[in-house]
């Protein structure tokens, strides 16, 4: 609805490791801004950068 294409055009210009991430309705996302699904946004990010960065303990 907001801003129609453009995470995708984003992503294609990246060059360095990423994921596009979609969230749904169904999830809680269905609002701009995500505001139900904030804790799933969160989880999802930081096991992103788990998985990319990795740990250095």
Do not use: S
């Amino acid at each position: 609805m907001f801003f129609k294409g453009q995470p995708e055009q984003l992503y294609d210009h990246l060059t360095c490791p990423r994921t596009l991430m979609v969230f749904t309705a169904e999830e809680g996302a269905g609002a701009h801004g995500h505001p139900g699904a904030m804790r799933l946004t969160q989880a999802r990010i930081y096991d992103w950068l788990d998985d990319t960065l990795g740990t250095t303990v």
